[in-house]
Structure formats: C-alpha cells, structure tokens
C-alpha cells in the first residue's frame, strides 16, 4: 500500500471517529450533559461551524459534553503532503548573507537507490546548487527522511589566511575574528528562515570535525516526532469557584469560559507573578499589560500589580523587554505598561496604586520623548508593539538602526493612550502642569497619526513610516494597531467604522499583517494571534459592528475547542497550531482575551475612574439569558442577569429599581444584583473586508551602477515603481532605471507590484552618486583611538564609548555651505546579538545647547566588533564652515542593561540633503 493510500486510510479512519462520536453523543447523551446541537448553526463560513455545544472544522469536531467537559479529536495536518525539493541556504552568524535574495539552493529529497543515504553534493559556500530533477506528482516527503548536507568553507577559509577577511556577495567584509557558527537555513522544518534564530538551533549549526574545511551536518525531514496532536479532552480540576461563573444558553461557550478561567488561574506562579504561558516563563512588560487591559486587572489585580512591578528598574523606569538590536530604544513599545497599570486603579479603585505607579510612568515617559519622539511628524519611533521579531514583518535589509528609525502604528497607538493615562493620573493628583503637558502629546501623536499613517484608499492605517532620509508608509494593515486606534479613540470621526469594516480579515481571523511576507514562516507573518483577534472584537464592539464582533467571538472559540487550551497563535492560512516558529498552550494575553470578550464585549462593562457602565453588545445570533455571578467590582459583588440581544438596553435594574445611566457607583458594597433586559432591535447592517490569503512579492534588490538603478527580476511582479526621496517618480515593467544626471539629493527606491496590485516593500535606499553629496570625519581626529585589535575600521583607528569611557565627545565639523545635512556614525556593537538582549548603546546629540537628537547604536552581533554598520541618521541644519557637535551619555539614554552600554566609532557621516 503506498503512503499516500495509508494517509488516506487514516483520514477516513478519523472522519468515521468523529461521526461515531458525534452519534453516541447525540443519541445517548450522559445525564446532565447538553442536548443534541440544533440543526441550525450558530454561527457558519466556509472554514467552520460553530453549534450551541459543539464545532465542527471538516473532519473535526469539538464538543462540550457539559460545561465543565470538552472533546476534541483535532489532529493537526502540518506534516502531511510536504513537497519533497528542500530549498536551504547557508548562513554565517546567523545571518541571510550567502547569496542574493531569492537565490536559494535546491535539493530533491526523495528515496536513494538501494536505501542509500541522502546527502546533498558538496556545495560552495555563495555558489547555487540546484538539483534539476522534476518534482514528481503525487510524491511526498517521506516521513523522518535524514538529510546530510555538505559545505564547502575552503575558499572562505583561504581568503581569511591571505588577507584576514572574506568578501559576502553584498560586499561586506566577513573577517575572520568574526567567523563564529555556520548554519543551515530552509524551507522544510526543522530547518527555518528565522535566520536570527538559528543560534538557538543547535541541530543546524554544521561542523567540521576533521578540520578539512568541509563542513556537515545531518538533519531529520518531517520527523514524526514534530506531528503535532492537541489533548482528545478537557475537564475542570482546579477550584475556580472564587473568580466570576458564567452560564448561558450556549455551553460550548460556557466551556471555553471555564476552560479560560482554569488557565489563568494555573497562569499565577507561586511568587505571585503571571506566567506568559506554559512554555514561556517569567514575566515579559508587553505580554501581563495587554492581558491586564483585557481581563487580568478584573479578575486577578493583585497579581496584575505584582507582574507589573516585576518590570521596573531600581531608578523607576519601565522596563523595555529585550529585543531587535539590544531593546530599548529600538523597541519602545514598554508605555503599554501605564494603560495596564491605569486599569488596575479603574476596576480597584487602589489610590496608594495610583500614587506608586505614576512617577514610573511619568520618568518613563520623559525619558521617551528625549530618546523616541519625531519632533517633525509628531510620531514616536521604534519596533511595532509585540511584532517584535524582525524579519516576521519588517523587509530583510532593515537593521536595528532602522527599525528604530521606524515609526509604528501600533506603538504610536500605546504611546498615545500611554500620554492619556498618565494625564488622567496627573490630574487626580493634582499635577495640573504634567496634566497639561500629557494631554498636549497626546494630542500631537494623534494629529500625527492621522495624518501621516492614514491610507484614504484602503481606509484602514498604514503598518509604518519607515526608510532612511526619507520614509514612506507601508500599505499593509497591521491588526493590532489598527484596533488600538479604534479602541483608544485615536480614529477620527468616522474613521473607527471604516477600519473595522475594511481592514483584510481571513477565513480564521485577523491576521498581524495583510498581506503576508514572502519567504518568511508563519509567527506573526502569516498568523493569528487571538489576543489580537480579541482586541479586535472589543473595537468591532465599540462601533456597533456586529458581522466583526461576532466573527470575533468565533475566531477566539475555534482554536480553543479544537485545540482544548488557549494557545498563542495558529496559521492564518489554514487555522492549524502547527506550522508557527513558536508556539505555547496556556497562553495569558489569549486566555485573557477570551475573558476579556465576555466582560467587555457581551456584558460591555466600561469601567471609569468613578463608575462602571454597562454598554452590552450581544449579537442576534447569541440571543438568549445570560449570567456572571459572583463579579467583584471594587467593594461590591455582583451577580448579573442578562436576557435579549442587541445594544441597545430597554431596562437595567439594580435590586430590583430602576439604575439610571445603566451606571454603578465606584463607591458601591456588598452583593447586588443587577438585571439587563436588551431591546431586541438588529443592529444596523455591518461587514467585514473577508480576504483569500495572500503572499505581496518580494523586496526587490536593487543597485546602481553607471547611471542606471537595476535588479533583478522579482517573482510574481507585473510592474515595478520607483520612488525618490520617498515620493513617486516612475512606473515602469522593466527591471532598471536610468537615474538623471547631476540633480539634488537623490534616496532611490523601487517597490514591486503583483498582478493583484500588492506591493512588496520598498527596496534598500540606494544614493546615486553618493560622493557628491558626503564627506566623512574620523572620530580618532577628536579622541584617544582605541588600542584593541578590532579590524575593518576606516582611517588610522576607531574610539571606544562606554559609560566610563567618553562619556562625552566633542567633534569638530567644517562643511561648505550651510543646509541640512544627514549625520550618521559608522560603529560597531558586538556585546550581543541583533534580535535580543538589552545592551543597545545611546548616546544624545548637540550642537551647543541645541539638542539634536539621539543617536542609537545597536548591537550587531555576539563579540562581532569588526563588524560594522551606521547609526540612525539625524536631520540637522549646520551653518557655513565649523562647528562642534558633542554626542554625550545623558541620564535619558541609559539602556535596558544598565552597567553596559557601549560601542565603539569609525567615522561621523554628512550627507548634504537640502
């Protein structure tokens, strides 16, 4: 029998599971248990149904045998149907920099004659290998395949013994003090694209044991240790009877509910701090806020505090999780924290909280508009908010330096509300100024956001600014961002309704970002994350969108379900837990949103600093009595009776009398009861923007050479566009462009464009005679060089910044004519790597008194000092002839480290751009 006839076997084996299943509950429930699902569904699409006691996803089924019992038989599809060619590259120090992108290396992984062993011929290091065997139909992956693949590193090797360094095809110098691991990166798991993370693989790290300059490793394709299956059920066990209990006409949902409350009570470590999830301990800033905001500060606010504290430094900072390039200032997303802490006090009324956490926020924050705030476009700069890994959503060619530069809709969003809360908090403690100051910011980051980030024709915001010089938006939405500006009242006007309406929604829920990148694996490309899809429910809410609000509510119930645990993310492409770079079971901020969903969305308590109103929003389809009994709220307790569907309240009654403004009093004790008849009434029509999945094309690679910008051609494109200086200059379907000769100051671009109309995203910034337009200062001219034996350096030498050494610098600068200038510096950071740890360097810059802006250094690199790159370029306008530029260390610029924040400097760039 062939594999693909016994996989087939297994399919139908399972279908007839589920349906024996399906009758035996059906026709034989046990006592107590819930009837038979109604013929009619609750909820359908084409991807699932969803039942009052069950859902159904093709051959699986999940169901609530009571409420404190559910079934499953999901069986997770990941490795089943793999293509046999494995597309791989090598890569030094964890980084894409073998060959060009797109160029990859190709190898058909099918049975060896007689039972040999498969191995790939010795390959090249930079030299494509491709194994030109047609892919035959119907001839898949064989399960626990080994695959030893070979490289050759004896020109690499050679090149480092005649002049110390090697030359990648991008022409960076690869010298041989920074030669540390060679790994495997691929399509097929478990090899991976996640090229920072490879370090973190030890199975793809190859190895030359003999010390012949081949070097190997052997991998096991489609192992049946990776086929994924969740639990077949799940029953209570933990004593929840303490937390609000909820019941319904629909006990599937009352399941999950149980469910949820079970897991964030497990999410409590012994030392009172949340546990992110089952597989991720301790406690990370962005995870416990956005869970706090959802549910955790109703339900669990001692610990809400305790994990909240847990991120603070001794000098009474927030604490910035590590991340891209060393964390802060690279990601600045850590403001989130004061909204968490903000809902804390709204549904404890905790005043001593209140006094504890507002100078946190406010140094925070002071500190922040120093190192992160864009004076010209209002925005903040730094990393999307929790899209915190590179290349799951920024273009491959942008370094920590340019992610900083960055400005993100999502963190733009948590900086805003950040501002509001901390004006909120000044104003009940009589800080009128701070108040004002707050409220001004706050203000400036909305103008700014609507003006900047708004895309008129998508009528949703734009991902980020992002670029060089200059910078331009990126079109794709960005989930998280897009709700935040809903939900914070950042979206003008009508605007909160259009972006729930047209913002792209997939078959399994909002996706992080639409549409996907290409050659990246599922995370947070290509993925749903349901604490966003929780968010996203609470905005569709918020404006009375009741197609997005109820989809919301079953795009958080299917994975659940079906996978008998609340896990971080699934695929957005075909609903699956598996095939995700990471993944955890018990996760907080999904288990949160699921909670989060019940008390903000269907019951719509709207807590305020001195009431909670009552704003429900329970779809027709949901339609029936409800009750959350045993809500604490402050000094009451609350048993809450909800019958009807739609917004709108006909009658609200607390004990019995009339409750005017649907509103309880903060200062309200002891048990009540609360009773909420709903009107009945249909909410207006409403829709959502349902998109098929989608891939953009690839960033194009392009050079220029001789006058003319070229690159090669892009998969998929049908037109290219070029931009200049971030503004539209041509569209064209060749691959190169003839730049004019002698004009200003030119920063060129080309996005490539597919048959659809989606756009990759814009290309490496390339500066056409770029000589013309720069001069360079050596930094050793303006302090002691450093007398380490780093290499690469340009001029007689480099000097060393650190928290003892330098701490000011003055450099002096002469340029020809006055205008605005772009400065950089060429540097080096190798205290760790680029996509985590907490060691960027930072350091403020002035010409006199006049603050100019920060200069950020992150790292490179785990002890790569000869590798070198540039800082963030400052827009700054000299006068004619010298001047003197000082770049100090400045209390605002201390790092996530504390004791280490370092670099050490080449070369301070001017570009003249005006």
Request: proline share 7%; hydrophobic share 40%; with cysteine.
């Amino acid at each position: 029998m062939s594999r693909l006839s016994c996989f087939t076997g297994f399919l139908l084996g399972l279908g007839f599971l589920a349906a024996c299943q399906m009758t035996k509950s059906t026709s034989s429930p046990t006592a107590g248990a819930p009837a038979a699902a109604p013929a009619a569904p609750v909820w359908q699409s084409a991807a699932y149904t969803v039942y009052r006691d069950s859902l159904v996803q093709g051959r699986f089924t999940a169901r609530a045998l009571s409420r404190q019992v559910l079934t499953s038989n999901y069986q997770s599809p990941a490795n089943a149907f793999q293509s046999p060619q494995v597309s791989f590259k090598f890569s030094i120090n964890g980084k894409d920099n073998e060959m060009p992108p797109g160029q990859d290396h190709l190898f058909l992984a099918l049975p060896a004659a007689g039972g040999a062993a498969l191995e790939t011929p010795v390959i090249v290091f930079g030299q494509q290998s491709v194994d030109k065997r047609p892919v035959p139909a119907n001839q898949y992956l064989a399960p626990n395949t080994p695959l030893t693949i070979r490289l050759d590193l004896r020109p690499m090797l050679a090149a480092f013994k005649k002049q110390g360094y090697y030359t990648l095809y991008n022409g960076q110098k690869l010298y041989q003090a920074d030669f540390k691991h060679v790994f495997l990166a691929g399509n097929t798991a478990p090899l991976s694209w996640d090229f920072d993370n490879l370090i973190n693989k030890p199975p793809l790290e190859l190895k030359d044991p003999d010390g012949n300059g081949i070097y190997e490793t052997t991998v096991v394709l489609n192992a049946h240790s990776d086929q994924k299956s969740t639990a077949a059920r799940w029953q209570a066990t933990l004593d929840v009877s303490a937390l609000p209990q909820l019941t319904s006409d629909f006990p599937l949902l009352d399941a999950l509910y149980n469910m949820a409350l079970e897991e964030a009570k497990r999410a409590v470590e012994p030392d009172g701090t949340f546990r992110t999830g089952q597989e991720w301990a301790g406690v990370w800033t962005r995870d416990i806020s956005y869970s706090i905001i959802l549910s955790q500060a109703l339900l669990q606010p001692e610990a809400a505090k305790t994990s909240l504290l847990r991120k603070v430094t001794p000098e009474g900072r927030i604490i910035q999780d590590t991340g891209t390039g060393g964390a802060y200032p690279v990601s600045t997303d850590r403001i989130i924290w004061a909204t968490a802490a903000w809902e804390i006090y709204l549904s404890t009324g905790d005043e001593a909280w209140l006094r504890q956490v507002y100078p946190i926020i406010r140094r925070t924050i002071e500190d922040d508009e120093q190192v992160a705030y864009d004076a010209q476009t209002s925005l903040v700069r730094g990393e999307s908010s929790f899209l915190d890994w590179r290349e799951q959503t920024y273009p491959k060619w942008m370094q920590p330096a340019d992610i900083y530069q960055s400005e993100n809709l999502g963190t733009n969003a948590a900086h805003y509300q950040g501002n509001i809360v901390l004006g909120l908090m000044a104003e009940k403690l009589g800080e009128t100024a701070v108040a004002r100051d707050a409220q001004a910011r706050a203000a400036r980051i909305r103008q700014g956001i609507n003006q900047h980030l708004w895309l008129e024709d998508k009528g949703y915001y734009g991902q980020f600014r992002y670029g060089r010089v200059h910078q331009q938006v990126s079109p794709k939405a960005e989930a998280l961002g897009e709700t935040l500006a809903v939900l914070f009242g950042m979206a003008e006007g009508s605007r909160a309704s259009t972006v729930v309406a047209r913002t792209p929604v997939m078959d399994y829920g909002v996706p992080c970002i639409y549409p996907q990148i290409s050659g990246i694996p599922p995370y947070h490309n290509n993925a749903v994350w349901p604490f966003v899809q929780s968010y996203w429910g609470l905005a569709a809410a918020k404006v009375g969108n009741e197609t997005a609000f109820l989809e919301s509510l079953m795009a958080v119930a299917r994975p659940a379900a079906l996978f008998l645990t609340n896990k971080e993310n699934f695929v957005a492409s075909n609903g699956d837990f598996a095939g995700t770079q990471i993944n955890s079971s018990n996760m907080l901020w999904s288990l949160s949103g699921a909670l989060g969903l019940v008390y903000k969305g269907l019951f719509g308590m709207d807590f305020q600093p001195s009431q909670l109103t009552f704003r429900p929003f329970v779809p027709q389809a949901l339609a029936g009595t409800r009750r959350l009994s045993n809500f604490r709220y402050r000094g009451a307790v609350l048993d809450i009776e909800m019958t009807g569907f739609g917004q709108g309240i006909q009658r609200i009654t607390l004990d019995g009398q009339p409750l005017p403004e649907a509103t309880l009093p903060a200062t309200l004790t002891g048990a009540h009861t609360v009773r909420i008849e709903l009107a009945n009434t249909p909410p207006p029509a409403s829709s959502q923007n349902k998109v098929a999945h989608h891939v953009a094309p690839p960033t194009p690679a392009v050079r220029y050479t001789a006058g003319t910008l070229a690159w090669p051609a892009v998969e998929g494109a049908r037109a290219y566009q070029v931009l200049r200086n971030g503004q539209f200059a041509a569209r064209t379907t060749e691959t190169s462009y003839p730049v004019p000769a002698g004009q200003p100051f030119s920063e060129y671009q080309v996005v490539a464009i597919d048959a659809q109309g989606f756009e990759s995203f814009a290309s490496e910034p390339v500066l056409p005679e770029a000589a013309r337009y720069t001069q360079v200062v050596e930094i050793e001219a303006a302090a002691p060089q450093s007398t380490k034996a780093y290499k690469g350096y340009q001029g007689k030498g480099f000097v060393e910044i650190s928290k003892t050494m330098n701490r000011r610098l003055a450099v002096p600068v002469s340029v020809p004519a006055a205008g605005v200038y772009a400065l950089d510096f060429r540097y080096a950071n190798g205290n760790g790597p680029i996509n985590t740890s907490n060691k960027c360097a930072i350091r403020t810059l002035r010409l006199g008194t006049q603050l100019l802006g920060t200069v950020v250094l992150p790292q490179r690199g785990v002890d790569e000092w000869s590798n070198w790159g540039y800082s963030n370029p400052l827009m700054v306008r000299l006068p004619r002839g010298k001047s003197v530029l000082t770049l100090t260390l400045d209390p605002a610029n201390e790092n996530m480290n504390g004791a280490v924040n370092e670099a050490i400097l080449d070369q301070l760039r001017l570009i003249r751009v005006q």
